[in-house]
């Protein structure tokens, strides 16, 4: 069974800070994808990486960067926290291949006070 | 510009009864379609999914789905819903020849199961 595992359940942090969010899997996938889910808004993707060190935009990249030095790891960086990024935060991998699909972490919810 | 809808946000069923929340999507060219389902306090998981062939898809737990290419939808279906299937259930979709999988997510739909 895959296991992706997030750093924290729950998380508190003062705005102007920078964020650190890791994410573990552990079934050597090429895949690796950070959400936010809000209510009424569905799962936004906000970054991928498709192999160590590469990276893509998603559709809300803004006050986000990621890093990924090693396959298994990858870290969501908000750069300096706002308020309007309290959230749950989502990480998730995936094998290659089209029929593939993506297995999630438990979640992160992230307040910035 | 690529979408998925649900237009179901919130529902509420007795046990027994029949479930279909609905699904649309916007994606030219080929299309994988998932429905994925998040029980309170836990992580998304993969109910079904579709790639080719046969339009009817069994999943996990009794769902299935059928994917209706002249209408864009992939709508969910279970015959007799029962209380443990209380969750928030999303659409999702990606492109058909798309090697990294990327989704989009619909808003979610939560249903509510009383017993």
């Known amino acids: 069974d895959v296991k992706v595992t997030q750093s924290s359940r729950y998380l508190v942090k003062r705005t102007g800070e920078k964020v650190f969010l890791e994410c573990v899997q552990d079934m050597d996938h090429e895949n690796m994808f950070w959400y936010r889910q809000d209510p009424g808004l569905g799962l936004r993707l906000i970054y991928f990486?498709?192999?160590?060190?590469?990276?893509e935009k998603g559709d809300i990249p803004e006050g986000y960067s990621v890093s990924r030095e090693k396959k298994e790891r990858f870290s969501l960086i908000l750069e300096s926290a706002s308020t309007n990024q309290t959230s749950m935060y989502l990480c998730?991998?995936?094998?290659?291949?089209?029929?593939?699909?993506?297995?999630f972490g438990d979640g992160t919810r992230l307040s910035i006070l | 510009a690529q979408s998925v809808s649900q237009h179901n946000h919130h529902v509420i069923l007795s046990e027994a009864a029949s479930l279909e929340l609905g699904c649309n999507y916007s994606?030219?060219?080929?299309?994988?379609l998932f429905w994925y389902v998040q029980y309170p306090g836990q992580h998304l998981q993969l109910l079904l999914k579709?790639?080719?062939?046969?339009?009817l898809v069994k999943g996990i737990k009794g769902f299935e789905a059928e994917f209706i290419k002249s209408k864009f939808s992939f709508n969910l279906r279970k015959p007799s819903v029962q209380w443990s299937d209380t969750a928030e259930y999303f659409c999702?979709?990606?492109?058909?020849?798309?090697?990294?999988?990327?989704?989009?997510f619909g808003q979610g739909t939560t249903l509510q199961v009383k017993p």
């Open positions: 999702a979709v990606s492109g058909g020849s798309s090697n990294t999988g990327k989704l989009i």
């Open positions: 990486s498709y192999d160590v060190k590469m990276k």
């Open positions: 998730a991998s995936r094998d290659t291949g089209v029929t593939a699909p993506q297995h």
């Open positions: 579709y790639f080719s062939g046969d339009p």
């Open positions: 994606y030219g060219g080929t299309v994988n």
